[in-house]
């Protein structure tokens, strides 16, 4: 019997703001031994619901086991989960630079043409740079910074994973309708 390889998938979750289910939701990946990713929570397009966007890495297999358990909880309206060729996804990162190495590069337009960053402050001591991107474009700007002002970044943070999908697989928003 072949064994099935490891994938990135994205699972969605709809759910009412209730306290605890965070723990619940975590609780069915490390009972399973699967390592959330990225995690990303959120109030949804719809009043009281939340979006949790979680990745991780497993077979198809066990992706269907956990939204399945996931879906049986009281408090999760929905869960899906999705390849990354079924979305549109993004991460934000942020740098903050010593200001005196920036101002050392020179070019500092030319820098954020070629990443399309935004600077966010700068004052006589740090800058602090955006990207939003898919995490190779984000962990590749941290690397050349780190090329190119050496020790100098002072920090850097990455959000997790945020999608939406690419087709209609069944609104929420009629889902919600027929359910009342």
Partial sequence: MPTQQSTLYTITVFSENTVGLLNQITVIFT???INIETLSVSPSALEGI???????FCTKDMVEKIV??????????????NTDDEL????????????????????????????????LDINETFAVLEKT???????????????IFGVSVLQFIR??????????????NDMLKSRN
Avoid: C, P
């Fill in 31 to 33: 009972r399973r031994g």
């Fill in 50 to 56: 939340h979006k949790f966007t979680i990745t991780v």
């Fill in 68 to 81: 399945q358990q996931i879906d049986k909880r009281i408090d999760i309206i929905k869960a899906y989960y």
């Fill in 88 to 119: 549109v996804f993004q991460e934000i990162a942020m740098y903050k630079i010593a200001s005196d190495k920036l101002l050392q590069y020179g070019n500092i337009e030319e820098l954020i043409r070629r990443y399309n960053i935004r600077i």
């Fill in 133 to 147: 991107g898919h995490y190779a474009e984000t962990q590749g700007l941290f690397n050349d910074l780190q090329e």
């Fill in 159 to 172: 959000s997790g994973r945020i999608a939406i999908t690419k087709s209609k697989v069944e609104r929420l």
